[in-house]
């Protein structure tokens, strides 16, 4: 398992409280019990705080439409993470 | 300029013709420059006929211009301050151009009288264009908006399909479309598809919309000028409580039923804006369903600014807080809908709701947990009893958007409660 997955499966652990998560790419919001609007807010700060990465509004906003699950959630700390190195 | 400005009607036999002509030759034009000219030649005619005088045209221009500028200074040159600054003068503006009333103290009394500057100046979709406005500086400012054109801000400000009312698109999602405008409608089922629904909103917006807002409005005026009360009232205010809703989601929905058939004619897609809004089981479930783009809007641009700093900050005691954010949220959706105090009542109360569906959430995974919430919600008994409630919430908060006297309102709701309870309050 990736470094950038490991420690993103930490957060989600942490945020929505519950020690078996365990992220694959196509899960999505439906997959994981409380993860709504407000949550997703808290999951975009502690990820934001953990890579000490930014989001965008848009990109927050995003995260939650359709066809987007951990797999594009993943890509984009990727993206970012390769910008700041 | 149009001196005889009218209200720009979609679901008109006129609109309606000129779309389907338009949209048969549109994809004819050998090239996209063209469809994109063409489009706009459509816009500058919607505009024609919804622009009183100049000075409007005036004001409308330096709104969209500064605004214009403004993203490109803030995609170079990022400043928090700067973004704010123009914010704030541009909703200033907004308040000022709609004369609502908390201003009138400040402004000189002359522009007050007669509405002397509701006159002077009138821009139809001004409330749409402001929300996109701050969406595509707010989100220049974050280096989300990849390239911007005067050419294409314009016309995605203008869009003759969704100055009225909307749906808020992103512009993004407008710039790429436009830069291409491909026929979005693959094969003929499609297109009849898209027939069919540009026919279902002109019946929802046409047909539908006007009965129930004819009961509703007959009846209201009578049961509150002649003070109805007793089991006449009983039996009338349940046609006014519930015709509204069902006439203002017709009108609503039916319109975006056209606008987005008719934009999907020209190779477009607008973001979709209802999803059986009367299945919302809270406040907050139904503004996830019922105007979506607008929802969405506040979600991002009102409630995340005022929450995330606190998440940032109090990561254990923002949640528990966000209920203060929802309200807060709410009021100021609310008051945008409108310069007079029903909107502000109205946006109270879906604060209040939005509030209190998130507390009791929370009281329930405080007693219960995540899994325990889950469970829930499952429940059909509870789905059921949530989306009644929600309902008949919704029908209660429209009776002050419906613009009714405030006081009327309340003398209504006294009514009820004293005629089934036999106690007067």
Same mark, same amino acid.
């Given at each position: 398992m990736s470094d950038v997955r490991m420690q993103a499966q930490e957060v989600f652990r942490q945020v929505f409280d519950d020690p078996e998560i365990v992220l694959c790419?196509?899960?999505?919001?439906?997959?994981?019990?409380?993860?709504d609007s407000l949550t997703h807010i808290n999951l975009m700060v502690a990820t934001e705080k953990r890579f000490k990465i930014k989001f965008a509004t848009a990109e927050i906003s995003k995260m939650?439409?359709?066809?987007?699950?951990v797999g594009t959630f993943l890509a984009l700390i990727g993206k970012k993470l390769a910008r700041t190195s | 300029m149009n001196p005889s400005a009218i209200d720009f009607n979609v679901s008109e036999v006129e609109f309606i013709v000129a779309v389907l002509l338009a949209a048969a030759i549109f994809f004819w034009l050998p090239a996209v420059r063209l469809r994109q000219l063409l489009w706009a030649c459509g816009n500058l005619f919607v505009l024609w006929l919804v622009l009183p005088n100049t000075q409007s045209l005036a004001v409308l221009a330096v709104f969209l211009g500064s605004g214009y500028l403004m993203a490109r200074v803030l995609r170079i040159w990022p400043s928090g301050w700067l973004l704010a600054s123009y914010i704030a003068l541009l909703v200033v503006a907004f308040l000022v151009l709609k004369q609502y009333a908390v201003l009138d103290w400040v402004l000189p009394r002359i522009l007050i009288r007669d509405n002397v500057l509701l006159h002077l100046v009138r821009i139809t979709g001004l409330s749409y264009m402001l929300f996109r406005q701050i969406h595509v500086l707010v989100d220049a400012a974050q280096g989300q908006v990849a390239r911007i054109s005067f050419w294409s801000y314009v016309n995605y400000q203008l869009n003759l399909f969704a100055i009225?009312?909307?749906?808020?698109?992103r512009y993004q999602d407008f710039d790429e479309q436009w830069q291409t405008l491909q026929p979005? +409608? /693959?094969n003929p089922d499609d297109l009849l598809r898209n027939c069919l629904r540009l026919l279902v909103g002109v019946v929802k917006i046409a047909l539908i919309a006007p009965l129930f807002y004819k009961g509703w409005d007959e009846l209201q005026v009578s049961l509150v000028n002649a003070r109805v009360t007793g089991w006449k009232f009983l039996v009338e205010f349940p046609v006014v409580f519930y015709a509204y809703p069902v006439y203002l989601y017709c009108n609503f929905a039916g319109y975006c039923d056209i606008v987005i058939a008719a934009n999907r004619f020209f190779g477009m897609k607008l973001p979709e804006n209802?999803?059986?809004?009367? +299945? /919302?089981?809270n406040v907050l479930d139904f503004w996830t369903r019922w105007h979506i783009t607008l929802g969405l809007w506040i979600r991002d641009y009102l409630f995340m600014p005022m929450y995330k700093p606190m998440v940032e900050r109090w990561p254990k005691r923002a949640q528990s807080l966000a209920w203060i954010f929802y309200f807060l949220a709410f009021v100021v959706a609310g008051a945008w809908h409108g310069s007079t105090a029903n909107f502000l009542i109205y946006g109270a109360m879906q604060g209040l709701g939005a509030s209190v569906a998130k507390i009791y959430e929370n009281a329930i995974i405080a007693a219960r947990g995540r899994n325990g919430l889950k469970t829930y919600l499952k429940s059909s008994k509870v789905r059921f009893a949530a989306i009644l409630l929600n309902f008949h919430f919704q029908c209660l908060t429209l009776m002050f958007f419906s613009q009714v006297d405030c006081r009327d309102a309340w003398w209504m709701l006294r009514g009820l409660f004293a005629a089934s309870t036999g106690y007067k309050v």
């Open positions: 790419d196509e899960m999505t919001a439906d997959d994981i019990p409380g993860w939650k439409e359709e066809g987007q699950n | 009225l009312a909307g749906p808020i698109q979005v +409608l /693959a209802f999803n059986r809004p009367w +299945l /919302a089981r």
